[in-house]
């Protein structure tokens, strides 16, 4: 490996023993094979940094291979964004982007020799009755009526199958392996079916397709894959995976299988994902509240924060639930280094300094990032009139509130040290703040070294932009959505998963800023510019908040 900072794990134990040992030769070469009948999740984020990943560490290669094998699910919105997804996490798969489509013919070859050597039959059984046949775990199944068919007799309908002559469910060809298997995946699996419905890569040329199983091990092959790393619930096909090879006699990969990622407050079934589009709870594959890659894009996060989440969990082969907090305190790891500073206010007041010249500004200076002092530093416009958070008043506090009161001195941020001599009020709502500052504390500077207890932020009401902005909460109350027994995961969507504030006031250099441009209103959490914005408004989704609960709960546990 070219690393001792590489991770470590039972898969690349594995891999260093078959190198070791001379296994392929010292070649390692994965493969990232989506289905495009949906978006890419932060599951499939997992398991993307996992094979190219090894495939880094090793000086070795990962592919890039759509599984399109169903055409009445898949679509090539899915495949774009499954290309922009894997591109935007920061892997490259080369020149090695590859479909199972590809190899159709030569899949169609190779169920025509198990055929011949009398491995395959073609069945008029309908799904019901192979389900019926198949028994269940502790029935032994039985076979089919038409098992024996001759082999003669086996072609001549598989051909027909293949030349469209039957109907979508007429028809199957199943391998003949042994119906009274302990592996249910063993009793005369499916090999292809009848699906009259025109393919996004291969248009009208075939209405039979591969079924996953019959597919997965040819496709490594041909690839000549080393590793073939799948989730764990594939673990009980291996033998199929196997079988299928070993009948052949062809290359022959090794499958091994790892735990899925599971995640609090979220699901991670792309079916589920599919519902809440279909039924319009979210706004889309990409809605920031979603965990698809493409929403939590567009939600802020960055791609290094969810490749050090991945890095974090590792991989086992044990299932788990790992908490979001962990995701989130990844994410504000990589922004606290990474973005720049700016003031932005979501419910404003107005603050009137009474002893400041109409008309002219003071311009401050800022530093982008403390954490980056190769960001610089910016001019921020301090004016007669500004806006505070509506928050961050109190006319009547309470004893532990540091923050603005009548008669109460604090620090506005990288400005001066500012006091409330008046509130104005229209019919009970305070609507206006009259204050003073004291000339000789800009910038920070308290010449008799006098303290405050609070800072706060604020925008200059003659420069500001109004923006809108949406404060986005995780999707579902329940930790565990789908496994709260005689409920539908959807009834636990959270009706206030979503805020949009309007006429939010942020400084003027947030202007400069592009689509997916990630930074930190001061004091607020950070956000991003949202994809809706326009040249004439603003729109600003929060990426996250600035409160880190995952790293309170460590230091909690003494980790």
């Not at 490259?92 to 011949?116: C, G, H, I, P, T």
């Not at 033998?239 to 899925?260: C, K, M, S, T």
């Not at 939590?296 to 969810?306: L, Q």
């Not at 990474?338 to 109409?358: C, D, H, Q």
């Amino acid at each position: 490996m070219d690393s001792t900072d590489a991770p470590h794990d039972f898969v690349r134990d594995i891999i260093d023993h078959d190198n070791e040992t001379g296994k392929y030769d010292g070649r390692v070469h994965t493969r990232f094979p989506p289905e495009p009948n949906g978006y890419l999740h932060i599951g499939h984020a997992k398991s993307i940094c996992l094979n190219f990943g090894i495939a880094k560490d090793y000086q070795g290669k990962c592919n890039l291979r759509f599984d399109d094998t169903n055409p009445l699910k898949e679509s090539e919105e899915y495949v774009k964004s499954i290309i922009e997804d894997v591109k935007w996490l920061g892997f490259d798969w080369e020149n090695r982007l590859f479909w199972s489509s590809d190899y159709f013919d030569q899949m169609y070859e190779w169920a025509v020799d198990f055929v011949k050597k009398g491995k395959a039959y073609v069945d008029d059984l309908s799904a019901d009755e192979i389900k019926d046949y198949r028994g269940d775990v502790v029935t032994p199944g039985k076979n089919s009526p038409h098992r024996d068919r001759s082999v003669e007799e086996n072609l001549e309908l598989l051909e027909k199958m293949r030349a469209g002559e039957f109907g979508n469910g007429e028809k199957t060809l199943r391998a003949k392996i042994d119906m009274t298997s302990s592996n249910m995946y063993l009793r005369d699996p499916i090999m292809y079916r009848i699906v009259h419905a025109p393919h996004h890569n291969t248009g009208d040329k075939w209405c039979i397709y591969p079924m996953y199983d019959w597919a997965h091990g040819l496709e490594d092959s041909i690839e000549t894959i080393t590793h073939s790393i799948c989730t764990l619930e594939f673990e009980n096909h291996r033998p199929l995976y196997d079988w299928f090879l070993d009948e052949l006699g062809v290359y022959h990969p090794q499958q091994i299988e790892f735990a899925r990622l599971n995640l609090t407050y979220t699901v991670m079934s792309k079916r589920m994902l599919k519902e809440l589009v279909d039924d319009g709870l979210v706004t889309g594959w990409d809605d920031p509240r979603m965990p698809t890659i493409s929403g939590m894009r567009r939600r802020g996060y960055p791609p290094a924060a969810i490749r050090e989440f991945c890095r974090r969990i590792g991989v086992a082969k044990k299932e788990n639930t790992i908490a979001l907090q962990l995701l989130e305190h990844c994410v504000r790891d990589e922004l606290n280094r990474s973005a720049l500073r700016y003031m932005g206010v979501l419910n404003p007041l107005k603050v009137t300094i009474t002893n400041f010249p109409e008309g002219e500004t003071d311009e401050m200076d800022v530093i982008n990032n403390p954490e980056d002092e190769s960001a610089g530093t910016r001019k921020v416009p301090f004016t007669r009139n500004l806006y505070i958070e509506r928050d961050d008043f109190m006319e009547d506090p309470p004893k532990k509130f540091f923050r603005m009161a009548p008669g109460r001195e604090v620090r506005f941020r990288n400005a001066y040290l500012v006091t409330c001599k008046e509130v104005v009020k229209e019919e009970d709502e305070i609507v206006e703040l009259l204050c003073e500052v004291d000339p000789d504390s800009r910038g920070g500077d308290a010449p008799d070294g006098r303290r405050v207890k609070s800072t706060i932020h604020w925008v200059s009401a003659d420069h500001a932009i109004d923006a809108e902005v949406r404060l986005y909460n995780t999707l579902f109350t329940e930790e565990d959505p789908a496994g709260q027994k005689g409920k539908n995961f959807k009834d636990f969507v959270d009706p206030n998963s979503l805020e949009v504030r309007k006429s939010c006031k942020v400084e003027p250099a947030i202007k400069d800023l592009k689509v997916q441009d990630g930074f930190q209103f001061e004091r607020l959490g950070y956000f991003c510019i949202d994809q809706d914005s326009a040249d004439d408004s603003i729109v600003i989704n929060r990426t996250v908040t600035l409160r880190d609960t995952w790293a309170k709960l460590q230091k909690k546990m003494g980790k």
